[in-house]
């Protein structure tokens, strides 16, 4: 403290002694309590309310509806009590009976939203500024401090792993590179389904060639092997199969990839009051921190001898996605990614991939099941485009719209995820006449807008046709419009757009092209049970009956 401002201090206290100590020194040092008791908070909280009164009034615009946030913790102890969490948002802005609702979880404003409208607004007038991350505790622990491009937080790291993915890894040429790689596993698909009837028509009396198929593992697995060839270039971490099916290695690794992307950004309570973090109260943590150590056993060391042939020269010429990440150079000729970063990068591209496709596939034959005139419409426009005496193929895919639309309507109605990625503001804006603080976490509704029953007509039917209007399938799968979700668009928005499209629609028009698809005789149901668990999944992995419809040499690899 400068000597000036201790003496006026100084000065101060004398005058307040000398006014009432000379009566009595008593009631000098209870005036003096008095002052540290109430008038010193009260001066604090006049000036909290004055300055909170003087940003509101500088605030035009409201803050989106929604309820009374509580002091310090906001809506904290109601999204704790409330689960699944993401149902209680949903509640909330039915009962608010709105399409963009403000949660303050913490000092985190939350502003969920189930408008196209809105949702363009966000994503296409102000992409900019909605154009970061949250940092949370499980995206932290799986990007390693935020290495990789998907999770980080607008700046230079996400920079470089969104130029290094856009030019590198998913550009048009880079995937024509791995088309061949992509193909063995689209035949491996079908040769899997097809061992698996073989091997019950030998155990079989019936002698029947059909058998029940898991669907959610087959796609599942499909998915997992497509990375990993185009990855890895191997389908198998361990000794493999035969058969083509999957071993105990890829079993835990999917298993553990989705047990992660279950508690990417799932309103983890810790993430909103730091103070809680070394708490792990929901247990997020601990979940995130075991599927990562099981999916870090298998993809490490790969990456490690990879880099270390490099080294040594035993390595010299790119086949597969690795060796590409580990050839790109920076300006001076030296590596430009480390091996931290290319070993969480490859976790995120799993994460990114296994889950959309095979959720969409399993979702869409399920619904299909029901409806088997929408297979028989699927197959019939397969057989006419692609015939019987091939397997579909990634450049028919674009010719067979009825089965995009298919697709377009399982990620329209069964999104995978309640919620898109949280897109963080950087600054703040007003959106559709509402006040959007800087940090706000926005979060367009999967849900709320594939539902959206002022959008779409009975939004729970589900009905391809809808998609064959104004020849939508001509975009594939992508939905710039935001009037669902698939991949967004503007700076943040997925980077696999073609990739995931070719895989999505290349497993479900194999599945629909090389099997006859029915309900299984033997369980007394005549419909699937289409009822779906909190996690958005359909409850039971989908048993279905498949036949071979395709000549036996086509299965063959
Ligand atoms: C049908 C398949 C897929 C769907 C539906 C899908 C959907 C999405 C969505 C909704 C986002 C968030 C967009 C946003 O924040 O606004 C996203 C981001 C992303 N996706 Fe995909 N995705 C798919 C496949 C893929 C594939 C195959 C890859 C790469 C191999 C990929 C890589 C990424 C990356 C890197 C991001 C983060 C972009 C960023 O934050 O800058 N995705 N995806």
Redesign the pocket.
Same mark, same amino acid.
């Given at each position: 403290m400068s000597s000036a401002s201790s003496l006026s201090f100084n000065q101060w206290r004398i005058d307040v002694h000398d006014d009432h100590s000379a009566t009595s020194p008593l009631r000098a040092s209870k005036f003096l309590t008095f002052l540290q008791l109430v008038l010193l908070p009260a001066t604090v909280l006049i000036f909290i309310f004055l300055s909170k009164t003087l940003m509101k009034s500088k605030r035009v615009a409201p803050l989106p509806p929604g309820p009374k946030p509580w002091p310090i913790v906001g809506n904290l102890p109601e999204l704790f009590k409330n689960k699944p969490r993401y149902k209680w948002l949903h509640r909330l802005m039915k009962e608010f009976n709105t399409e963009i609702a403000c949660i303050r979880l913490g000092r985190v404003h939350v502003i969920p939203v189930a408008s196209p409208e809105i949702s363009m607004e966000f &994503?296409k007038k102000y992409d900019a500024v909605f154009a970061s991350r949250p940092i949370t505790v499980t995206t932290n622990m799986f990007s390693n401090g935020f290495l990789t491009? $998907?999770v980080s937080p607008w700046g230079d790291q996400?920079k470089k792993m969104?130029r290094v &993915?856009t030019s590198e890894i998913?550009s048009p040429a880079r995937l024509k590179w791995l088309l061949a790689k992509r193909n063995e596993e689209a035949d491996n698909l079908v040769r899997v389904i097809y061992n698996m009837c073989k091997g019950s028509a030998i155990s079989d009396t019936c002698s029947t060639s059909g058998t029940v198929v898991d669907v959610r593992t087959v796609s599942q697995h499909f998915t997992g092997n497509v990375m990993r060839r185009m990855i890895f270039n191997k389908r198998y971490y361990g000794k493999g199969r035969e058969d083509g099916g999957p071993c105990f290695e890829e079993q835990e690794h999917i298993q553990a990839l989705f047990a992660m992307l279950l508690y990417v950004y799932a309103f983890c309570v810790s993430d909103y009051m730091s103070i809680l973090k070394p708490f792990d109260l929901d247990g997020h943590e601990k979940v995130v921190r075991n599927a990562l150590k099981v999916i870090k056993k298998y993809e490490d060391p790969i990456v490690d001898e990879r880099v270390q042939m490099w080294k040594e020269g035993k390595r010299t010429e790119p086949e597969d996605l690795l060796d590409i990440f580990i050839s790109i150079k920076d300006d001076d000729g030296n590596p430009l990614l480390s091996t931290e970063e290319i070993k969480a990068q490859i976790t995120?591209?799993l994460l990114? !991939?296994v889950d959309?496709?095979s959720n969409?596939a399993e979702w869409a034959l399920a619904e299909m099941l029901n409806q088997p005139e929408q297979i028989q419409k699927a197959v019939e426009e397969i057989d006419r485009v692609v015939g019987k005496e091939r397997l579909v193929q990634e450049s028919d895919l674009p010719k067979l719209p009825y089965v995009t639309a298919c697709a377009r309507e399982a990620?329209r109605i069964h999104s995978i995820a309640p919620f898109? &990625?949280p897109?963080v503001s950087t600054a703040e804006v007003t959106v559709a006449g509402y006040f959007i603080p800087k940090g706000s976490q926005v979060l367009l509704s999967r849900l709320g807008l594939g539902r959206n029953p002022r959008v779409w007509e009975e939004p729970l039917r589900f009905d391809p046709e809808r998609h064959l209007k104004d020849n939508l399938c001509e975009l594939g799968?992508a939905e710039p419009e935001l009037r669902f =979700? %698939?991949? !967004?668009r503007g700076r943040? $928005?997925?980077? $696999?757009g073609t &990739? $995931? %499209?070719l =895989?999505?629609l290349m497993l479900l028009a194999r599945l629909l092209q090389g099997f006859k698809w029915s309900i299984p005789p033997n369980n007394n149901m005549e419909k699937i049970d289409l009822t779906e668990n909190d996690q958005l999944f359909l409850a039971e992995p989908l048993q279905a009956y498949a036949e071979p419809r395709l000549p036996p040499h086509l299965y063959q690899p």
């Open positions: &994503l491009a $998907g996400w969104r &993915l998913l995120e591209l990114a !991939t959309n496709p969409a990620l898109n &990625l897109h799968l =979700i %698939t991949f !967004t943040r $928005g997925c980077m $696999g &990739l $995931g %499209t =895989i999505t």
